[in-house]
């Protein structure tokens, strides 16, 4: 007999509340128009395709891409906002509203989502993974590899490659400057003359400096 009576009360209640909502839906003199624009608490950005849910009288709608929505409730309504990577959040609207028309800015505070740590191999199955395993290169490792692109001919290669800066050619105007100064009033420096330039030349000759790469 408890859960009977307990059963008709909450039968009873249910038919009140969807009478009550039906009333209250019957009276468009206290409609209003719920405006507005969602935006993050953080950086104040618009919250593109939130969903607005009256859950008083069980209607929603969906903001467009700026954040901004429109929905028909009465006043003292509860509006529940959501939002993935923001936490659900309620707005009531006021009852002692006096025109049918009222727009808000909702803030939503965002909701920080902890997913566990995913590694992806460039193996789609376990035997080339077991084949890469055999065949790879154990000392070709990242460490190796950064050591190999910055030693002095590649870094070099790439120097070559590279247009002079301001510095180089400030540098090389004034050095060209310097030796005008030097040989001022005489004929310049040729080198041709020069014992030491060709003993440097034969040498680096011997050493094989002089070979194209």
């Not at 290669?157 to 590279?162: F, I």
Request: glycine share 6%; net charge negative.
């Amino acid at each position: 007999m408890r859960y009977l009576s307990l059963s008709i009360g909450i039968f009873f209640c249910a038919l009140a509340v969807n009478f009550h909502a039906q009333k209250r839906e019957l009276d468009p003199q206290k409609l209003i128009q719920l405006s507005g624009v969602a935006v993050s608490d953080g950086t104040l950005d618009p919250i593109p395709f939130i969903t607005v849910y009256d859950r008083t009288i069980g209607r929603g709608a969906l903001a467009d891409s700026y954040g901004f929505f429109s929905i028909v409730t009465y006043p003292g309504d509860s509006i529940i906002f959501n939002a993935f990577g923001f936490k659900p959040s309620t707005y009531v609207v006021p009852d002692t509203l006096v025109e049918n028309r009222y727009s808000i800015i909702h803030l939503m505070d965002i909701d920080t989502i902890n997913l566990r740590e995913i590694t992806l191999y460039p193996w789609p199955t376990k035997e080339q993974f077991d084949s890469y395993i055999i065949n790879m290169e154990p000392y070709d490792d990242a460490i190796r590899r950064a050591q190999k692109e910055l030693s002095g001919e590649s870094l070099a290669m790439v120097a070559a490659k590279l247009d002079a800066d301001g510095s180089l050619a400030y540098g090389n105007a004034y050095n060209e400057r310097m030796s005008k100064l030097y040989t001022n009033g005489q004929l310049p420096a040729n080198n041709l003359f020069n014992p030491y330039s060709w003993g440097k030349l034969i040498q680096d000759w011997k050493e094989g400096k002089l070979k194209r790469q």
